[in-house]
Structures are given as structure tokens and as C-alpha cells.
């Protein structure tokens, strides 16, 4: 018999200009890099919406995002999706993000 593995969830809260490495996404990370290339996600303001904020895929794989409504979009390397409470992101490697509005 075996027993499936344990889902691990993490909360990330992001503070403006904040980036999300690779280690921050894995239950247990052998090592923390906090190097531009660990880099997967960078949370980033609207150039004309002040206030307005969205997620850069920073990973070098393409993202599939599902919206509340059932929309799906893709989020290619270098491309924002807009952060929506609700909104549920695949980040690729068996990565889910869900945001949540506070």
C-alpha cells in the first residue's frame, strides 16, 4: 500500500515590487536562493491603473490561469496576469497559486 503524499500549502502575502523565488513553492526546498535566477514570479503595478497589480511570470514556462468566472488564459514567460480574488494560477511542476483578497 501506498500512501499519497501530503499537500503542502503556503501562504505568500506580496508587498509591493515583491518577487517570488522557486524555494518559496516547494514544501520542503533542500536550499534557499534568493538569486535573480530562482526568480518565478514578480508582483508588479499597473503602469496606467495605479493600484491596480499583477503577477510577471518570471519562471520561463507559460502559466495557465483559471478566472472565478471559469475564463482560462495562458501567461506566457515575461507577460502580467492580473491579480483577481479568486483567481487560480498553474504554475507548471504541479505548482497551484491561488490568490486570495484580504
Do not use: K, N, Y
Not at 16 to 28: D, I, N, S, T, Y
Not at 83 to 90: A, E, K, N, Q, Y
Amino acid at each position: 500500500m501506498t500512501t499519497p503524499p501530503s499537500r503542502t500549502e503556503h501562504h505568500i502575502r506580496l508587498r509591493r515590487a515583491a518577487g517570488v523565488r522557486a524555494h518559496r513553492l516547494l514544501p520542503e526546498p533542500a536550499r534557499h536562493d534568493c538569486s535573480d535566477a530562482a526568480l518565478v514570479a514578480e508582483l508588479v503595478e499597473h503602469p496606467g491603473r495605479p493600484g491596480r497589480f499583477g503577477l510577471v511570470d518570471r519562471s520561463g514556462e507559460t502559466w495557465t490561469g483559471t478566472r472565478s468566472d471559469g475564463t482560462v488564459q495562458t501567461v506566457e514567460p515575461g507577460r502580467r496576469v492580473p491579480l483577481r480574488s479568486g483567481l487560480d494560477l498553474d504554475l507548471g511542476g504541479g505548482v497551484r497559486a491561488v490568490v486570495r483578497a484580504r
